[in-house]
Structures are given as structure tokens and as C-alpha cells.
């Protein structure tokens, strides 16, 4: 079972910044996607930003010039680096990683970190 350590969480004010980082369990080189998606209350789930194994990377509209995904191959570690933030980005973070074995694609999520932004 593949685990996702999240950190970086907490409270801010709107126009502050924050960093979210996500350690996976597993090894660098079988990953080929990680990502990070977030959910407010009474909403669904929806991508934040994805960083894909050529560092290829696409974000929701919503955060495009804001926030910036990027990944730390030595640390096995991917970033969110969040910017500008505004109260409408508050919600859980939850990273997640993509890892291919052979023929099989296998998706996996952390347990989420709280961002909530201050007005």
C-alpha cells in the first residue's frame, strides 16, 4: 500500500502564500503522475494541478499564475506552491500519485491538509 505524507497546511490571509508538500512512499522512478486536488465543504473533489513524469504539467483554470506544482526528484517530493491566495481557495488538499506496474495503472490518495484563507 503506497502512503502519501502531506504537510504544509494551515491558515492564511488572502493574498499570503503557502507551500504544500507530499512525500510518497514509494520510489521516483516508478511514478508516472502526481497531483494535487482539493475539496470545500458541500463540494466535490476537482484537480488542482497535475506534474507528469516529462515535468508536463496543467492546472485548473482557477489557479493558473497563481499556484505552481513542481517536484524534487532527489527528495521524492512534489510541491505546491501557492500564491495570491484568495478565500475561495479554502479547502482540504489531498496529493495524489499515479504509479504504472507493467500494464496496470494504480491511483492513490493522501489524507488531505486543510488550507483555509482568511478575508
Known amino acids: 500500500q503506497v502512503q502519501l505524507v502531506e504537510s504544509g497546511g494551515g491558515l492564511v490571509q488572502a493574498g499570503g502564500s503557502l507551500r504544500l508538500s507530499c512525500v510518497p512512499s514509494?520510489?521516483?522512478?516508478?511514478?508516472?503522475?502526481m497531483g494535487w486536488y482539493r475539496q470545500a465543504p458541500g463540494k466535490q473533489r476537482d484537480l488542482v494541478a497535475r506534474i507528469h513524469s516529462g515535468d508536463n504539467t496543467n492546472y485548473a483554470d482557477s489557479v493558473k499564475g497563481r499556484f505552481t506544482i513542481s517536484r524534487d526528484n532527489a527528495k521524492n517530493t512534489v510541491y505546491l506552491q501557492m500564491t495570491n491566495l484568495k478565500p475561495e481557495d479554502t479547502a482540504v488538499y489531498f496529493c495524489?500519485?499515479?504509479?504504472?506496474?507493467?500494464?496496470?495503472?494504480?491511483?492513490?490518495w493522501g489524507q488531505g491538509t486543510q488550507v483555509t484563507v482568511s478575508s
Open positions: 495524489t500519485v499515479d504509479i504504472t506496474v507493467g500494464v496496470y495503472d494504480y491511483h492513490y
Open positions: 514509494v520510489s521516483s522512478g516508478s511514478i508516472s503522475a
